[in-house]
């Protein structure tokens, strides 16, 4: 019952790196998000995808790319890490719009 | 702009004692109100979801209500138990249909004291 698994569970970027966080659900899903959290906001979207090969940018997609090559698997990617990317990461996914979605445990990045 | 906005931000209650979270909202139009609790470190975990002609909904101890007329949510914690700390999240979904379209408040973040 492995639900939503993030990888990596934490990570420390130099400003300008870049890099790969992994969603994968067993949930055969549609749909899969990719928000941020930062302290005393809410969580906010960066992009989602309503089905393998499709994606779509949130509310705050600047700096961010996605991939969902794979039903399971929904990629986010930064090209050049920034400060102000430095922020916890969830993935989620849904099965329609109408149920709870399934969250992962995070990712806590730091940007130096 | 769509909104929700929760009270109190943080609550600290002895074990065994009742509280109520409290979450308004400015969403048009709504499709659904929920409610997660998220452990530290951990991810979101549902609670329940309301539709507009549900008032309200329990998942054991765990009580919301839901008034579409005044816009107004709240989640009841009956006899708290120490595994009740966490932050709990009013969402409200305003698009049936979409994939986008969750606002989500800032949380109430609860502490229960033995």
């Known amino acids: 019952n492995a639900g939503v698994t993030q990888t990596p569970k934490f990570r420390v970027l130099k400003t300008g790196q870049s890099m790969t966080l992994l969603c994968a659900q067993d949930?055969?899903?549609?749909?899969m998000y990719w928000y941020r959290q930062d302290p005393g906001m809410g969580l906010r979207l960066i992009h989602y995808?309503?089905?393998?090969?499709?994606?779509a940018k949130g509310e705050v997609p600047d700096g961010y790319n996605v991939s969902r090559l794979k039903k399971q698997n929904f990629l986010l990617g930064l090209e050049s890490a920034a400060p102000s990317q430095t922020s916890v990461y969830f993935c989620?996914?849904?099965?329609?719009?109408?149920?709870?979605?399934?969250f992962g445990s995070g990712t806590r990045l730091t940007v130096v | 702009k769509n909104q929700v906005e929760q009270s109190p931000q943080s609550l600290i209650i002895l074990e065994g004692k009742n509280c109520t979270l409290q979450?308004?909202?400015?969403?048009?139009?709504?499709?659904?109100l929920r409610w997660y609790k998220q452990d530290t470190g951990r991810g979101p975990v549902s609670l329940t979801i309301?539709?507009?002609?549900?008032n309200t909904k329990s998942n054991g101890r765990y009580t919301a209500t839901l008034g579409a007329d005044t816009k107004q949510s709240s989640l009841h914690i009956t006899a708290s138990q120490l595994s009740d700390s966490a932050s709990y999240i009013c969402v409200v979904s305003s698009l049936p249909g979409g994939a986008d379209g969750l606002t989500f408040g800032k949380g109430t973040h609860l502490i229960i004291q033995p």
């Open positions: 979450c308004n909202y400015t969403v048009s139009p709504f499709s659904n």
């Open positions: 949930m055969n899903h549609e749909y």
């Open positions: 995808s309503v089905g393998e090969g499709t994606t």
């Open positions: 989620a996914s849904t099965r329609g719009q109408n149920y709870g979605y399934t």
């Open positions: 309301m539709t507009f002609s549900e």
